[in-house]
């Protein structure tokens, strides 16, 4: 049996609704007896009293509060069943007060905590931040900067955006004859009720060029709200979860990977317990085919580089080395100048490299840290003559630099990735700066610097796989929250960073080990390309006892053979002829695996 409300003699039922914090067996628990009321019939008040006591009376209470219990009634069951409407409930409480302003005896039986529990939970939350996860979808004009804009606009609307899914491009689903989708979803927390934030998202796609057409039919900017807190939503605007989430593949797998695969977070729980599936989200993406269908036509995980959406999984990427430097390991000195550095990337390219890493500082251990003023000087007068030969025209340019400056100044000149080995520990604005130049990120471990990363203190590990996907998690985390979105970063475990040749080895070896460790934390942080860089590395050197880091490539090419099948999608090496055949060969040893 339902609470009641005592207004003279009158039950009326109450629909209280629980807020996060109070079990729903409180309300289960019958309401302490209504205070008796005697009235002496020599009381002053007893003409008053007799008033309040009339069929007339009660009957005009009731009037008053009819409306009220209905809308109390419908938001209570929404929200048991399903959600909240902010500004209904916050009317039925307004209207509850003013309707028992002539019954005060009995309104003292309210208890008044749940009194406040109605009126947190009718806000979506009051002063609690709520989970949320929004799904974006765009098939008209420069999808990506659409993408960027709509994260930009909701960051300015009041949600804070703390984690992103990989970027999917996928068929169009319903109406088919319309241009492809890219798709994604974004984690995060809002002050906003739910229907507050569905006006913002609604105000956002206008802003942006949404207007009324064919259902499901093109369109510049799509955004739904996938989930919102432990909320089960159903009202006449909004449903949460999205009605056709568990049908819907595009929308499912950036669900998914905003989720973590062992995790003791309550929200994900909750959120799992909502899906239509035993096992949650996951069991639902399965039932879809879920890994299974990445890669093929209908979806593919995609990474925005330059003009281009690149499909990694296709086959193995080779990043060819250009130093500009006088003191690196393997070819110090040798490009300094610029039509040296020049006919070496004409080299490179036609060996086959799809991507120049140009780097003019040193990282090896010891090596003296430039200033940015001097990297520069060294960089810009190389980058600028390569941006301008025929020979790069479909390549890939990256910087590997740690310096916000040098960054922003390489990308302003051409460059389409920025490859920091210190994962924006050296400098942190970086990270910032990446972030607005929305280009891609390569994120690698090291602990310390190039001066420090070989100390006795950093070559400390327990399980090295675990503590580097551990660590290197943690940058993408910081980059995430700097505002670079997932789908723009790149991992890079840092072979001869901080390790030594065991270390190395077994990294190499638990390319896969690190993924699953990562994907404990956030499977979408486990999908993203990882670039392997062991080229003329020392360890090698030491194995193989070869002095001259030249006569280590054979070495580099059997490496990058087991990091290949172990799961990386890049390898940078110097030796690029190599390294390209070294790629085929692997790429297709694991299709035959399959």
């Known amino acids: 049996m339902r609470p009641q409300l005592r207004l003279r003699g009158l039950a009326i039922p109450i629909f209280p609704v629980p807020s996060a914090s109070t079990p729903r067996e409180f309300f289960r628990r019958p309401p302490p007896p209504p205070a008796p009321s005697p009235i002496h019939p020599a009381s002053a008040r007893r003409a008053g009293a007799a008033h309040r006591n009339s069929p007339l009376h009660i009957c005009l209470t009731m009037l008053r509060a009819k409306e009220t219990v209905r809308k109390m009634y419908s938001v209570a069951k929404n929200y048991c069943g399903g959600g909240l409407a902010a500004s209904d409930a916050l009317s039925a409480v307004s209207d509850l007060g003013r309707s028992l302003k002539p019954s005060r005896k009995a309104s003292r039986h309210v208890v008044p905590c749940r009194a406040r529990s109605f009126m947190q939970c009718s806000l979506g939350g009051g002063s609690a931040d709520q989970e949320i996860v929004i799904a974006l979808g765009s098939n008209v ?38 241009p492809r989708f890219l798709n994604s979803a974004v984690r995060g927390t809002t002050k906003l009720g739910p229907h507050e934030l569905l006006k913002k998202l609604k105000e956002i796609e206008k802003d942006i060029g949404r207007t009324d057409g064919i259902r499901y039919g093109p369109r510049p900017i799509d955004l739904d709200i996938l989930l919102y807190g432990k909320s089960h939503i159903s009202t006449e605007n909004l449903t949460v979860p999205h009605e056709r989430i568990h049908e819907r593949p595009f929308v499912l797998a950036p669900l998914v990977d905003l989720l973590g695969s062992s995790t003791d977070d309550n929200v994900e729980k909750s959120w799992h317990s909502l899906a239509k599936c035993t096992g949650g989200f996951f069991e639902s993406w399965d039932k879809l085919g879920g890994e299974s269908i990445i890669g093929t036509e209908g ?60 780097g003019a500082q040193s990282t090896r251990p010891f090596a003296r840290r430039l200033s940015a003023d001097e990297e520069l000087e060294r960089l810009v007068p190389v980058l600028d003559a390569i941006t301008g030969i025929p020979e790069m025209e479909g390549k890939l340019l990256s910087v590997d630099t740690f310096y916000a400056e ?43 610097d190039p001066s420090t990363m070989q100390s006795e203190q950093n070559l400390l590990y327990g399980d090295v796989c675990k503590e580097v996907a551990s660590e290197l998690y943690k940058r993408v985390r910081q980059a995430e929250l700097s505002g670079i979105p997932l789908w723009r970063i790149v991992l890079d475990p840092g072979i001869g960073f901080s390790k030594n040749s065991k270390h190395n080895l077994e990294v190499i070896m638990g390319l896969e080990s690190i993924r699953t460790e990562i994907g404990k934390m956030s499977l979408g942080a486990s999908h993203v390309p990882i670039l392997l860089g062991p080229s003329r590395k020392r360890f090698l050197g030491e194995i193989c006892n070869r002095v001259n880091p030249t006569e280590r490539d054979a070495a580099t090419m059997v490496v990058a053979t087991a990091g ?26 694991s299709k035959g695996r399959r």
């Open 406 to 448: 040098v960054a922003a100044e390489a990308v302003k000149r051409g460059v389409h990735i920025v490859n920091d080995v210190s994962g924006g520990q050296i400098d942190p604005r970086i990270l910032e700066v990446v972030a607005e130049l929305g280009v891609p990120y390569v994120t690698m471990h090291m602990r310390g």
């Open 141 to 178: 004009g420069d999808r990506i900067s659409t993408f960027d804009r709509a994260l930009r606009m909701m960051k300015n609307s009041g949600v804070n955006i703390t984690r992103h899914a990989c970027l999917y491009e996928t068929s169009p689903a319903y109406v088919t004859d319309q």
């Open 299 to 358: 979806i593919k995980r995609v990474l925005p580089v330059g003009n281009r959406l690149l499909d990694w999984s296709e086959r193995t990427l080779v990043m060819g080395v250009l130093n500009l430097t006088p003191d690196s390991f393997s070819d110090g000195g040798k490009f300094q100048e610029v039509e040296a550095a020049i006919a070496q990337t004409k080299l490179l390219i036609s060996e086959g490299a799809d991507i120049i890493d140009i």
């Open 564 to 589: 290949i099948l172990n799961g990386a999608n890049i390898v940078r090496v110097h030796n690029v002829k190599y390294g390209v055949d070294t790629a085929k060969v692997s790429d297709a040893l």
